[in-house]
């Protein structure tokens, strides 16, 4: 080969290597164009990759009692998962994991004691073969201060990028007083995210919930980075009305009485008379198993024909439009009485009726014939008039309470074409039929006659806080400044408490020697809707509505039970002597308050020279007797009754027969007799209060029903 044709070959070899050189060159340069050109699409790529955004949740704010004892709150609990991907654990043949597997286990297997090391190390290692990312390490819940703890050991202490532990955090919102108020506190869904479900919870949610912050995680050389950009922001706090003590009192009370009367729910409200804060709320219901618990806020959402406490209301419109005087006279007959087709009757017409009474006792009496033909007397050619003077009062008024499902009372008016008036509406409207009235608002009724006719609106939450400041704070509303003129008022003042305290008063039972007490018994039977009043057996709802110290009114409250199973229906011996029970343990509570300035004069001084004797067994009183040297007289027997002669030094006896297929009357006879001849009558019994008995459940001399729960109201 020649010099020129080596020379031509090296040049086309330089030329094909030129080219190449170019191409490459080319295809770079076009690369780079392409890629600056595509810019926005690889920006979005690339925070995908290697940024993620995760939204740090906000602490909820809690709830607490008037006094601050925490009442529902957040809770963060974990679950305890293990990561075995990541790539420490599989450095250098695993040699990491190989390290710390038998001490990890040993310590675990300590810890938690539900299985042995060998079977942790045997479970985890299966679960590393297999490249589990949401290993579950334990099954059940940690608390803070366990993980804190499970930190320490081996493995874990090297940190969540090495040791592959993941803490997966459960926020539960918990009630640290369990049952107590917990269907006003309320509930949140199962998925916080979504807030409040029920009660306070649902009302204030958007103050509770707080605001959520914003965390950055970084992957930077096979590294996690957290930022967080946005701090989360708490919710605030609610400082409620409730008070523990009140609420615990009102609860057991009430559930004790439910279960000796076999009942299917029960609701009481206690609410302070100046301020309208409740103090305590409990709505029970009876579950399947025949236990109770609060499902549904019925204290505040029941619908529900109110019976004789309504009567209040009706007299307080006659008397403050002067229709009437309470010194009037009314004709009750013999306690039955026709209006249209039907017949209206009072509790005592098979006994004869009340027969000509004031229009004062057809409260104190609870007389539907006389209360009604008070009212028809009055409105009977205007009915309209009556229904006005209630809008007027404010009864029907929606008032926005903080509770989601507060219903509002339903009174209808003659002029509604769709109110389906009749004949008979005004006079069964007037003892508390053809209206519903949610018990909160008879609450607030009442307690608007205990403050003086300043009607105003009930309310659970005083304050809500951040960090301890005070945000927003809710003082007394006032819904109607009087409801009726101050002689008015005052006349029902004193008719409530002829109701405890009068001759024919029906809740004669409920008068205390600890509490003047002044109130308004109420007995109705239960519409079943289309089926009717009667269809499948009588129903009743029972209730009593009133407040105490009736001299100086620090409380009113209100107790309903529907459906009692044991015993004769009755507002004063059921709803009653539950008021009473709550009253007495309330009062006791104000330790400022002095023994004489909750009893009353005549308390004090009766029977200050002697001993009060108990019905009960002869021979135990009669040795009693001769020890104190007390002279007794009158018919002796195994049982006997017992009073104090007027001057006191005698006692005087009656015999009492006991047979044995009835129902003993054992009122006035201490806890030790009375339990022994009932349970020989083969009944089971419930105590509820210390001293003598003064009411029983099931009425003296009816027939025995082996196995009935009798309850027993001790005073």
Known sequence: MTMAEKLKKIILRFGVIYVLIIVVFVIVVYKMIAIQTDRHNW???SPEARIQHVELKAKRGNIYSEDGRLMSSSIPTYYLKMDLRVEALWENNGQLFKDNIDSVSIYLARFFK???AGQYKHDITKAYLRKSGQYLLYPHKVSYSQLKELRTFPLFKLGRIKSGLIPEVRV?????????ASRTIGNVY?????GGESGLEKYFDTEL?????VSVFQKIANMQQENVVVEPEAGMDLITTLNIDMQDIAEKTLVDSLRAFNAHSGYVILMEVRTGEVKAIVNMQRNGDGGYSE???GAVSDMAEPGSTFKVVSLLAVLDDGKAKLTDSINTGNGLYTYGKQTMKDHNAHRGGYGKISVANTIHASSNVGLSRVVVNAYGSNPSAFVDKLYAMGLNKHMNLEIPGTATPNIKHPKDEKANWSKTSLPWMSIGYEVQIPPIYTLAFYNAIANDGKLIRPFFVKEISKNGQTVKQFETEVINPAICKPTTVRDMQEVLLGVVEGKLGTARMVRSDKVRIAGKTGTAQISKGALGYSTGGKTHQVS?????PADNPKYSCIVVIREPKNGYPSGGRMSGMIFKDIAERVMALNTDVKPQDIVSNDTLNHYKNQPVPKSGNYKALYTVAKKLDQKMMGEASDWVKTALA??????TINSLKIEDDTVPDVIGMGAKDAVYLLEKAGLRVQLNGIGKVTAQSIKPNTKVQKGRTILLALN
């Open 190 to 194: 199962g998925d916080m995210s979504k």
């Open 646 to 651: 007027e001057n006191e030094d005698i006692i």
């Open 172 to 180: 539960s919102r918990v009630k640290p007083f369990n049952s107590l």
């Open 209 to 213: 919930t707080g605001k959520p912050g």
């Open 43 to 45: 920006l979005a790529i």
């Open 295 to 297: 499902r549904k806020n």
């Open 544 to 548: 009593f509505c009133g407040y105490f």
């Open 114 to 116: 539900d299985k042995s």
